[in-house]
């Protein structure tokens, strides 16, 4: 389970001194225990590793926007200290898909859905996530889509 991972990488980097991913661990571990809480009272996903690929994958989306707008800003240092929380959190990450499998995942489902147009794209969109969902960045995905379609 990834949960486990995290709590043995926590345990190597503090006995390694790395205050750096020590801390980044600390902060998916809470951002984790913060979804565990939520989904309590709303609709969990099926699984405990689906769970948590969605807590990472949502941080590291969360820091790539912020070092976005930190190199828009003219603020090169904390860019690179959200490029580091990025480097600890995607190592938790199942690999990615490339553009070529998504481009291959997004016409197999394309011909189970007989998708024709944009009509269709919520559809597909859908069927993606539910098939491809840890392996894929869904905003990188529907562009994708979108080309598939038109």
């Known amino acids: 389970m990834i949960r486990d991972t995290i709590k043995d990488a926590l345990v190597t980097a503090m006995k390694g001194g790395d205050k750096e991913t020590t801390a980044t661990i600390r902060l ?9 809480i939520e989904a309590r009272t ?3 996903p099926g699984s405990d590793d ?4 969605e807590v990472l994958q949502k941080m590291v989306k969360q ?3 912020s070092i976005d707008m930190y190199e828009k800003g003219n603020r090169p240092e904390l860019a690179a200290a959200e490029a580091r ?7 938790f990450l199942p690999a990615q898909m490339d553009d070529a499998q998504t481009a291959a995942a997004i016409e197999a489902i394309k011909a ?3 998708a024709a147009g944009m ?7 859908a069927e993606l996530k539910s098939r491809h969902g840890s392996e894929l960045d869904m905003s990188k995905a529907s562009a994708a889509v979108k080309a598939a379609l038109s």
């Open 50 to 53: 689906a769970l948590v690929v």
């Open 85 to 91: 929380e990025v480097g600890v959190i995607e190592r």
């Open 112 to 114: 189970d859905l007989n």
């Open 42 to 44: 709303g609709k969990a």
């Open 28 to 36: 998916i571990q809470s951002a984790i225990k913060n979804r565990d």
């Open 119 to 125: 009509k269709d794209m919520g559809r597909v969109m």
């Open 63 to 65: 820091r790539r926007e």
